[in-house]
């Protein structure tokens, strides 16, 4: 037997309750739903719990006070009347009382009716007490009873029953306006309270309504996000605060998400264009060294020719030797931030090691170099130092033909500022931006031909921005360029290992 079937298909009463109950409590429904159930289920309550108090108990209390007015007053009167020596007497007074009074009085001794005052008279008649509501008997003494007169008004009635001398009483007396001014009021305050309600639901669907517009919005933008449209802005037209802050974060959110995604965007742009670069980099060295080893096996060749050859394929060797080292640099500056090791040396020293190794180079092309400094101690990684130094020399070499080379250190506040001054070519304003990009050469055919990669001031920017600082330049065309940077001074003149 499958019990679970049971629950599955739940049937009868139950069941009709269970669906009524998930009708008017859905497990999922908007918030203006919720929201409206919610207000209108208190003040329902409200109304209902105030209908009911005035309805049953305070009109039961207006009631039951009313009957003991009545009952006293009747009280008096019968104890008045059962003194009186004879029953006529006893009518004589009833009479003046209803006449000062305005009540209306009935008087019975025994079954006889000895007095009504509206007739003025003896009454007669068959169950004549019972017929007058009068049947009352030592069982129950006093009743209370209420009649419609022809005029529309209530009079409500006490009927008094005295065993010892078998008088009764029956008293009448119009509904005092009080009463029906009470009354009157329960049913102003009920329709009052009817009214409250329907204006409270008013009031929450107007309430929801200024919740959930801004909900919605957000709800709409949020979509339209998702979608790919990111350039779309949260707007609600709320006072609420919490709803201008919700969407004022969405916004902030939403805008850095949309930079992240331009960055990325911009990173894999990038990437594409660096793979492409590097296979073009590298194919065009792979085919010219082919080139030459096919040339060089063939056996008629002048020696004269055969060395050219040989050189030019080694040349092309080197220049992809280069290549692979500076790739192999950019890598792994990209992939290990933890690859800078500061250690404080002294600046001057480095300087002159590369400037002795860079000026066969320059003497090469008839250059001078200078680089006479005193020495200064910074603070940066060694080997990384002497790479920028090496590339920026190495870069002013080869761009200049005549002239000469200056590196000099200065000393400035908490930083030795390096410069590195030619008298080359220099670099048009519109390059100077993009120089430092990956591949930019402002001539390549130059750049290649000195054996360069078009990757050498990269390396220079990676590595001062690895150590926290950045590289300056500024060039006039047909004078000369000068590079800057700086890298933070260390007091002591004493070398001292990281
Ligand atoms: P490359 O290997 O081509 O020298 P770099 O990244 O070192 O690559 O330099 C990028 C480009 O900047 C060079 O191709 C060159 O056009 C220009 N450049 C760099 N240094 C100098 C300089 N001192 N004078 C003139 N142009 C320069």
Not at 203 to 213: D, E, L, P, R, Y
Not at 229 to 240: G, L, M, P, S
Not at 371 to 387: C, F, G, K, T, W
Request: proline share 4%; with cysteine.
């Amino acid at each position: 037997m499958n019990r679970s079937r049971k629950y599955l298909r739940p049937k009868g009463l139950r069941y009709v309750l269970y669906r009524l109950w998930r009708w008017i409590f859905p497990t999922r429904a908007p918030v203006r739903t919720w929201m409206f159930l919610t207000f209108a289920l208190f003040v329902g309550l409200a109304v209902v719990g105030a209908g009911l108090y005035t309805g049953l108990v305070l009109h039961g209390q207006l009631r039951s006070a009313m009957e003991q007015t009545l009952r006293t007053q009747a009280e008096r009167l019968l104890t008045q009347l059962e003194q009186a020596p004879t029953p006529e007497e006893a009518v004589a007074l009833a009479r003046s009382y209803s006449r000062v009074t305005e009540v209306h009085l009935t008087l019975a001794r025994g079954e006889t009716v000895l007095w009504d005052s509206e007739a003025d008279r003896p009454l007669e008649g068959e169950n004549l007490r019972a017929r007058l509501g009068m049947d009352v008997d030592t069982e129950r003494p006093v009743r209370f009873f209420e009649r419609l007169h022809p005029d529309g008004q209530r009079w409500l009635y006490v009927v008094l029953y005295r065993p010892a001398s078998a008088w009764v009483l029956r008293l009448g007396q119009p509904e005092p306006v009080l009463f029906k001014l009470a009354q009157q009021m329960e049913l102003t305050l009920l329709v009052g309270m009817l009214a409250a309600l329907l204006l409270a639901l008013l009031g929450s669907w107007i309430a929801t309504q200024k919740v959930t517009g801004p909900l919605h919005a957000i709800r709409s933008s949020a979509r339209n996000i998702i979608e790919g449209h990111f350039d779309e802005k949260i707007q609600v037209h709320t006072r609420a605060a919490e709803f201008q802050d919700l969407a004022h974060h969405l916004n902030k959110m939403s805008d850095s998400f949309r930079e992240k995604i331009a960055e990325l965007q911009r990173l894999t742009r990038l990437q594409t264009e660096f793979i492409g670069n590097i296979s073009h980099e590298v194919r065009n060295p792979i085919f010219s060294i082919g080139g030459y080893l096919e040339a060089l096996a063939s056996p008629t060749l002048e020696p004269e020719v055969r060395k050219r050859y040989a050189e030019k394929a080694l040349q092309n060797l080197q220049r992809l030797n280069n290549l692979f080292n500076d790739l192999i640099e950019i890598a792994r500056l990209e992939y290990r931030a933890d690859l800078i090791h500061p250690a404080v040396f002294n600046l001057q020293e480095l300087l002159d090691e590369v400037v002795e190794m860079l000026r066969p180079k320059a003497e090469e092309k008839g250059l001078i170099i200078h680089a006479e400094n005193s020495p200064l101690y910074v603070r940066a990684d060694r080997e990384r130092i002497r790479q920028v130094l090496t590339n920026l020399i190495d870069n002013a070499i080869a761009y200049t033909d005549e002239g000469y080379v200056r590196c000099r250190l200065r000393r400035r506040r908490d930083k030795v500022q390096v410069e590195v001054v030619d008298t080359g070519r220099g670099i048009p304003e519109e390059h100077l931006d993009r120089i430092f990009e990956r591949f930019y050469r402002v001539d390549p055919d130059r750049s290649r031909r000195s054996g360069g990669t078009g990757l050498g001031l990269s390396i220079v920017k990676q590595i001062l921005q690895a150590h926290g600082e950045a590289i300056h330049v500024e060039s006039t065309v047909g004078r000369g360029t000068r590079f800057w940077f700086e890298l933070p001074y260390a007091e002591t003149d004493q070398p001292v290992s990281a």
